[in-house]
């Protein structure tokens, strides 16, 4: 089964930034990637996406020139690079796998989900 981990969040102040990673478990690295955020009572938002072999990435309109996503196969990580946080961007964030290469901004084609690393942008 494919497990992802995902760390690197904590409290940032507003203009701040924070590097997230996501580790996939096992020795294939094949699947496209994206970065999703909820907070409670809201819906799952979308961030950002990459394809397997990187040439595709998709970012959410509200973090568009802010965030920046990449990707490191030999080590099975995947990167959330967020910088001129505000304090909007507050969430859990949540990195997911699909079962193929390419990407889509649609959480619902996402086959598997990490457990999530909480984000807290103070004012």
């Known amino acids: 089964q494919v497990q992802l981990t995902e760390s690197g969040g904590g409290l940032v102040t507003a203009g701040g930034s924070l590097r997230l990673s996501c580790v996939a478990s096992g020795s294939d690295f094949t699947f496209g990637m994206g970065w999703f955020r909820q907070v409670p009572w809201n819906e799952r938002e979308f961030v950002a996406a990459?394809?397997?072999?990187?040439?595709?990435?998709y970012y959410g309109d509200s973090v568009k020139g802010r965030f920046s996503i990449s990707r490191d196969n030999a080590k099975n990580t995947v990167f959330l690079q967020m910088n001129s946080l505000k304090p909007e961007d507050t969430a859990v964030y949540y990195c997911?796998?699909?079962?193929?290469?390419?990407?889509?901004?649609?959480?619902?084609?996402?086959?598997?989900w990490g457990q999530g690393t909480q984000v807290t942008v103070s004012s």
């Open positions: 990459i394809s397997w072999s990187s040439s595709t990435t």
């Open positions: 997911a796998a699909r079962a193929e290469r390419t990407v889509t901004t649609m959480d619902s084609t996402y086959s598997y």
